[in-house]
């Protein structure tokens, strides 16, 4: 999987095992939160993926403001 914020990219592995565990909310979370091991490398960052959740916001996404990171 790769995930994206307004600072770039990171690659998530996910193993077979935690994909197994977590595939419906892999699959249909649109928004996604991510707990791991953060490994980087000549530049190169992976977050080895342990657990996958789905936060609790305060604002409904349908509704909140667009921002362009641009």
């Known amino acids: 999987m790769t995930l ?3 600072t ?3 690659n998530i592995v996910l193993w077979p095992k935690v994909f197994a565990r ?3 909310l892999a699959k ?3 928004f996604l939160g ?3 091991i953060l490994q980087a490398d000549q530049g190169i960052v992976h977050l080895i993926a342990e ?3 789905q ?3 305060q604002h409904d996404l ?3 403001p667009s921002r362009d990171f641009h």
Request: proline fraction near 4%; aromatic fraction near 12%; avoid cysteine.
């Open 4 to 6: 994206e914020d307004e």
């Open 8 to 10: 770039g990219f990171v």
């Open 22 to 24: 977590y595939a419906t």
């Open 28 to 30: 249909t979370a649109t």
């Open 34 to 36: 991510v707990t791991g």
């Open 51 to 53: 657990r996958l959740w």
């Open 55 to 57: 936060p609790q916001l």
């Open 62 to 64: 349908a509704t909140a």
